[in-house]
C-alpha cells in the first residue's frame, strides 16, 4: 500500500481537548469552596497556553457541583481538588468518585490545602492515583502553571497511549476477521466495513478489483459495495455511477497510489504476489493524525497479506469445484449445490445431459479439438439456459443442470441442440440423451444424482436422444434403501426396537463383568442386520434419535438386572459422532441416569477413533464432563483409523477395545498378535483397560489371557441376547 495513502488527514482535536470556537483547549476543572481562590487561579492562569492549546477553566464550588461537571461528556484534563470542603475528607472521597464512579482513568488530579495537617502528602499520593498534591500559599502563578502544564503533558500522554492501545486492538480484530473472509466478495465486504470504522466514515463504497470473464479476459470489476453504492456488485466499473467514483478509482489504478478529492477517497492496495485493489470511501475524514497514520500502515499489511491468502483460497477453490476446461462447476460443486438446496428444503429439477457418441466423436476429431467442441457446447449453454439454471460439468461429456424452479425440461435442452456447432467452420449436430428427477426431500445430492444417473442410462437403453424422468423401479436396492429408511424412522419414533446385549468375561475367572447393549431391528417378522439399518440411520440423521432411545433402555434394563446381584454389572452404550457433536450431550448423559436412578459407574461409553476428526480442545472438554459424572469411556475398535497418541494420553480415557480384525489373526497357525501385543503394551503404559472384542476360539482366548488381556468378548462365551435369554444366562453362571 502506498504512503499517499497516510498523507491526506487534517488536524482534528485529539481526546481529552474540547474547543473554544474554532480553537481546541485543555479544560480545568476547579474544584474549591472559596470563591477567592478561583478568583485567585483564574487569574494566574489568564492567557496561558499549553502545548500550543489555551486553557478553559471550569468551577465547582461544592462536591455536587463538581459531579454535575464528571458526569457529562466534557474531556477533563486536569481537576485542581479542594482537600477539605464540606468535611475533611470530602476531597478525598471525590478522588475515589472520579477514578471508580466516573471512570475517569485518565484526567489528572491535583490535590490543593490549606490546611496540610489533615492529609500527610506521601500517604495520600501512594494510595490514590494523585498527579501532585500542593499546599495553596505555595501556588504562585509561576508554580501552578508549572504543575498545570507537567499534569496535561501527562493527561496528553495517557491518551496518546490509550489512543493507540485501542486503535492496534481494533486493527487486531479487524485483521483477525478479514483472515475468515473466503471468497473476494465477503472479503472486499470485509475490508470496507474495517477501514470505515478505523476512519470513523460510514459504511459506503466499493471495491473494485480486475476479475476475468469467461474467456479468460481481464477488466475492473466491482466485488463488493455498500451503503448506496450497494447495486453495483458484479458490475463493470464503466457501469458506476456518479462519474467521481469511476475517476477516483482509475486514477488510483493507474498511477497505483491513494488519491484523495474533499472527502472522497480510493485506496490503493496491492499485494505481494500483485493483487491490486482499490477501496472507495464516501465521506472519509481528513485528518494528519501520526498514530492513525501508523494503525493504517498496521492495517495495510493486513489487507495485503489477507488479500493473497484470499487468491490463494479462491484458486484452491476453483481447482476443487471448477472444471478447468469448461470453466464451469464440477461434479463436487454440483453435489455441494444440491446439498444446499436440499438443507433449505427447496424444490427443483435436477438433469443430466450426457453427449451422445461424443466418444466417437473425440476419437475421430482428437482430444484437442475434442475440447475444443466441448467448450463451443458450454458457451451456447451458459448463454441459451435461463439465469436462474445451474451449469456444471458432472463427467466427461455429461451436464449437470439444476432448475429451482422446475420448469426447464429435457426439450427445452434437446432444442439447444436442434442448431449444429460450428468448430472453425466445421459444423457438428449433436444430439444428448437426458435423465432428470425432481429434488423432493431425497437423503442427499449423491442420492438425487444417482437417480437421474439412473434415469439417464435407461433412457440410454431405450433410444439415443431420448429423455426419461426417474423412477422408482429403476432400481430395486434404491427402493429397499427408501422403504427401510421409512421403516425405521417410525421404528425409531415408535421405540419399536430392541436391545440384546453381549457379555463381557473376565478371562481370568470366566464370569461376567459387563454387557454391550447392541440395537436390534425386526421388521416384518425378519430381523435386518445392523450393518444394513444403521447406515440409514446417520445417512437420514436417526442416529441421534437412535443413541438416546438406547441410552435409556438400557440404564432402565441394567437396572433391573443389578438389583438381584451382589456385584453389579457395567453395560457399555454406543455413542455416535453425531451424539458426541450435541452441545447438549452431556446434560442429556445426565438427565438420563438421574431418570433411571443409576450409579454413572454403571454406565460406560463407546467411541470410536474417529472422534479424533473432533476440534481437540472441545473432545478434551466434553471427555472431562463425561469423567466427572464418573462415567467410563471406551475407545472401540482400536488400531482400525486415525488415533493421536498425543491426544489419546490427555483424555479421560478407561479402556481400549482390540478390534475383531487384530483377534482374527490369533486363530492363524502360528498366531500373529503383534497389533494386540502392541495395544496391550500402549495400554499398559497409560493405565487402561482393554477388552478383546471378536473372540470366536479357544486358543483366542488363551493367547490374550497369557498376554495380560483383562476382558474379552465374543461368540466363544456368548452371542448377544434379549434381556429374557440373558437373565437367564446370568442366573446359570451364578
Not at 110 to 115: A, I, S
Not at 330 to 341: C, I, M, S
Not at 590 to 599: E, Q, R
Amino acid at each position: 500500500m502506498s504512503d499517499d495513502l497516510l498523507d491526506f488527514f487534517d488536524d482534528e482535536p485529539d481526546a481529552g481537548q474540547s474547543t473554544c470556537g474554532e480553537m481546541p483547549v485543555w479544560l480545568i476543572l476547579v474544584v474549591d469552596d472559596e470563591p477567592d481562590v478561583h478568583a485567585s487561579t483564574k487569574l494566574a492562569l489568564q492567557g496561558l497556553t499549553v502545548c500550543g492549546r489555551p486553557l478553559q477553566l471550569l468551577h465547582a464550588h461544592s462536591a455536587g457541583e463538581a459531579r454535575q461537571y464528571l458526569s457529562g461528556p466534557d474531556p477533563i484534563a486536569v481537576i485542581l481538588l479542594d482537600v477539605v470542603m464540606e468535611s475533611e475528607q470530602t476531597g478525598l472521597d471525590m478522588v475515589r468518585e472520579i477514578r471508580e464512579h466516573f471512570g475517569r482513568k485518565d484526567t489528572r488530579i491535583v490535590l490543593r490545602t490549606g490546611q496540610p495537617g489533615y492529609a500527610p502528602e506521601l500517604e495520600v499520593i501512594q494510595r490514590y492515583d494523585i498527579n501532585d498534591y500542593k499546599n495553596k500559599n505555595e501556588l504562585n502563578r509561576t508554580r501552578l502553571f508549572t504543575t498545570i502544564t507537567t499534569a496535561v503533558r501527562t493527561f496528553q500522554q495517557i491518551q496518546a497511549l490509550d489512543k493507540s492501545r485501542q486503535g492496534l486492538e481494533m486493527v487486531l480484530q479487524a485483521s483477525r476477521q478479514l483472515i475468515n473472509r473466503q471468497g473476494y466478495r465477503t472479503f472486499a465486504e470485509g475490508v470496507i466495513t474495517q477501514l470505515a470504522a478505523l476512519l470513523n466514515a460510514p459504511e459506503e463504497g466499493v471495491v473494485c478489483c480486475h476479475r476475468a470473464d469467461e474467456y479468460g479476459d481481464s477488466f475492473p470489476r466491482i466485488v463488493a459495495a455498500a451503503g448506496a453504492l450497494a447495486d453495483f456488485v458484479g458490475k463493470s466499473l464503466d457501469n458506476v455511477e456518479p462519474a467521481q467514483i469511476r475517476r477516483l478509482v482509475e486514477r488510483a489504478m493507474r498511477r497505483q497510489c491513494t488519491v484523495v478529492e474533499e472527502n472522497h477517497a480510493a485506496f490503493f492496495f496491492r499485494s505481494p504476489i500483485g493483487q491490486e485493489m482499490v477501496v472507495y470511501l464516501e465521506h472519509a475524514e481528513h485528518r494528519e493524525d501520526e498514530i492513525l497514520q501508523a494503525l493504517l500502515k498496521v492495517f495495510s499489511t493486513s489487507i495485503v497479506t489477507c488479500f493473497d491468502n484470499v487468491a490463494h483460497l479462491e484458486r484452491l477453490r476453483e481447482i476443487a469445484y471448477q472444471d478447468a476446461l469448461l470453466q464451469v462447476p464440477n461434479r463436487q460443486a454440483f453435489l455441494a449445490h444440491l446439498d444446499e438446496q436440499l438443507l433449505a428444503a427447496r424444490s427443483g429439477r435436477v438433469l443430466l445431459a450426457d453427449i451422445d457418441q461424443f466418444a466417437a466423436i473425440n476419437d475421430m476429431l482428437g482430444t484437442e479439438r475434442g475440447d475444443q467442441l466441448l467448450k463451443v457446447v458450454t458457451r451456447r449453454l451458459r448463454h441459451k439456459l435461463p439465469e436462474r439454471c445451474y451449469l456444471a460439468r458432472v463427467a466427461g461429456d455429461t451436464f449437470g443442470l439444476f432448475d429451482p424452479g422446475g420448469m426447464l425440461s429435457p426439450e427445452d435442452i434437446a432444442a439447444l441442440f436442434a442448431e449444429p456447432f460450428d468448430l472453425n467452420g466445421q459444423k457438428f449436430a449433436l444430439s444428448i440423451t437426458t435423465g432428470w428427477v425432481g429434488l423432493d426431500g431425497q437423503a442427499n445430492a449423491a442420492e438425487v444424482l444417482a437417480q437421474a444417473n439412473m434415469a439417464m442410462k435407461h433412457a440410454k437403453l431405450q433410444a439415443r436422444g431420448a429423455a426419461l424422468c426417474y423412477q422408482p423401479d429403476f432400481a430395486d436396492a434404491l427402493q429397499r434403501r427408501v422403504e427401510l429408511a421409512q421403516a425405521l424412522r417410525e421404528a425409531v419414533e415408535s421405540r419399536s426396537l430392541m436391545l440384546a446385549y453381549q457379555p463381557k468375561v473376565d478371562l481370568q475367572t470366566g464370569r461376567c463383568v459387563g454387557l454391550e447393549a447392541l440395537a436390534r431391528w425386526q421388521l416384518n417378522g425378519q430381523f435386518i442386520s445392523p450393518a444394513e439399518f444403521i447406515p440409514i440411520t446417520e445417512a437420514t440423521g436417526l442416529i441421534g434419535a437412535l443413541g438416546d432411545w438406547v441410552l435409556e433402555q438400557a440404564l432402565v434394563d441394567i437396572s433391573g438386572l443389578n438389583s438381584s446381584r451382589q456385584s453389579p454389572l457395567q453395560v457399555a452404550v454406543n455413542v455416535s459422532m453425531a451424539q458426541l457433536e450435541d452441545e447438549a450431550f452431556v446434560d442429556k448423559v445426565h438427565a438420563t441416569l438421574a431418570k433411571a436412578v443409576v450409579p454413572a459407574t454403571w454406565l460406560e461409553l463407546e467411541v470410536t477413533e474417529s472422534m479424533a476428526a473432533m476440534d481437540a480442545g472441545r473432545l478434551q472438554a466434553l471427555l472431562t464432563r463425561i469423567a466427572e459424572l464418573g462415567i467410563s469411556v471406551a475407545v472401540d475398535d482400536f488400531g482400525t483409523g486415525f488415533s493421536s497418541l498425543g491426544q489419546l494420553e490427555r483424555m479421560h480415557l478407561t479402556t481400549l477395545k482390540i478390534d475383531k480384525c487384530f483377534v482374527d489373526k490369533l486363530a492363524l497357525e502360528p498366531p500373529d498378535g503383534r497389533m494386540c501385543s502392541v495395544i496391550l503394551q500402549m495400554a499398559g503404559e497409560l493405565n487402561l483397560k482393554v477388552v478383546a472384542e471378536g473372540i470366536e476360539y479357544e486358543n483366542q482366548a488363551s493367547w490374550l489371557r497369557q498376554a495380560g488381556c483383562q476382558v474379552g468378548q465374543g461368540f466363544f462365551f456368548a452371542r448377544p441376547m434379549l434381556l429374557d435369554e440373558l437373565a437367564q444366562w446370568l442366573e446359570k453362571q451364578a
